[in-house]
């Protein structure tokens, strides 16, 4: 028996005892695991040298397994990106980020279901670029710089802004940054809403190059852009972006 298949019967006599209830058994961390396992494997893309497979993995879940389990969210889901990691390496895929797994309550499912969406995410390319600069310069270099008689002008770019026009946070605004950002209910995000309706990460927005690509991860309610249902969408000013009951309007300042 190898160390994943003692990790995967350690979690199952855990948990066989710790959730049940009247002889029925609540959804087991075990079974997620499985899960992601059947969804890498599903979802992997073969390409010259490698096999690529998701390393971002959204699981939604009932409220009451939700609340059962999220007394230990960040323990289980370090522990299911440890599982995801070691999976990949013994099918000799490849990630193209550090795995992350995300727990998500979505209403609709009945005790014991969950749902899953997987998507790959690499890193930010600045991230990369900042640590090689950082490394090849070392700590004890000294940089020189060499003066100009005048500096170039600036080149003008849109300053892209998402306005809330309805739902609970209406008036509020989000000036976009070069890169990516999230927009959900969760703290962490980069725009945080309160309206209920909306996932804790909602959708992703990224403004590059004069443009502003929205994608959707995994939301329980779906992200809709001038009334469609949209998983990934270029976005021009004036088109209404809505997550839940709140409408937003990219707009340029």
Not at 109 to 130: C, I, Q, T, W, Y
Request: with cysteine; hydrophobic share 40%.
């Amino acid at each position: 028996m190898d160390l994943l298949e003692k990790n995967e019967h350690f979690w199952q006599r855990l948990f066989d005892g710790l959730f049940r209830h009247g002889g029925a058994v609540s959804l087991q961390p075990v079974e997620i695991a499985k899960k992601l396992a059947k969804i890498m494997v599903s979802q992997r893309t073969v390409s010259v040298n490698h096999v690529y497979v998701p390393n971002v993995y959204l699981v939604n879940l009932n409220p009451g397994d939700f609340e059962r389990l999220s007394v230990f969210e960040h323990s289980l889901a370090r522990e299911l990106e440890d599982y995801v990691a070691k999976k990949a390496a013994e099918q000799n895929y490849t990630l193209v980020g550090a795995p992350r797994v995300e727990l998500e309550v979505e209403d609709e499912l009945a005790p014991g279901e969950m749902r899953v969406v997987a998507r790959m995410e690499e890193e930010e390319p600045e991230v990369v670029d900042a640590k090689a600069a950082a490394s090849a310069a070392g700590d004890g270099d000294t940089l020189i710089y060499q003066a100009i008689n005048e500096a170039p002008a600036p080149l003008e770019e849109p300053a892209f802004k998402l306005t809330v026009l309805e739902g609970p946070d209406a008036g509020r605004t989000f000036l976009l940054k070069n890169g990516r950002q999230v927009l959900g209910r969760q703290p962490a995000c980069d725009f945080v809403l309160t309206d209920e309706q909306v996932s804790r990460r909602h959708c992703q927005v990224e403004e590059s190059h004069d443009r502003v690509l929205v994608t959707d991860l995994g939301s329980r309610n779906g992200t809709m852009v001038n009334g469609v249902r949209v998983e990934r969408i270029f976005l021009k000013p004036g088109d209404r972006l809505q997550v839940g009951r709140s409408v937003l309007e990219l707009q340029v300042s």
